[in-house]
């Protein structure tokens, strides 16, 4: 399957320090850019235990993103799932090559390893 960030109907948003976040807004939307597009040092994220975008913050050359910018990106992966008008929301945090595809699952579920959980508020940068 060859797909391209353009091709796909995607929520781009981006984060102080230039970092590019990504979220998609359909099953297959989110399947694609979670197996397809994600690049094994990407970020991936997801609310924990409700429906939401799956959502993935472009690495960086030689770059670690700090702790700001990966709570910024779970506050987008929060804002665009069900928990949106929540307070503080668990988020699921992963690189994206712990991110695999179950045998037989539905279109966007996926399995992780190696989480890290943030609590977060729900929020996208234009909200500033």
Not at 53 to 59: C, G, N, P, T
Request: proline content about 5%; glycine content about 10%.
């Amino acid at each position: 399957m060859t797909v391209d960030e353009d091709s796909l109907n995607l929520h781009r948003y981006e984060l102080p320090g230039g970092w590019t976040v990504l979220a998609g807004k359909t099953a297959e939307g989110n399947e694609c850019l979670s197996l397809v597009l994600a690049r094994p040092k990407d970020w991936w994220f997801h609310v924990r235990g409700m429906p939401g975008s799956h959502v993935i913050l472009r690495a960086r050359q030689g770059e670690e993103p700090d702790r700001a910018t990966l709570k910024g990106a779970a506050a987008i992966a929060a804002y665009h799932s069900k928990a949106r008008g929540g307070g503080i929301v668990a988020v699921s945090g992963t690189l994206a090559q712990f991110v695999t595809k179950a045998h037989r699952a539905p279109k966007g579920t996926v399995n992780i390893r190696k989480e890290t959980v943030f609590k977060v508020r729900p929020k996208v940068p234009e909200d500033d």
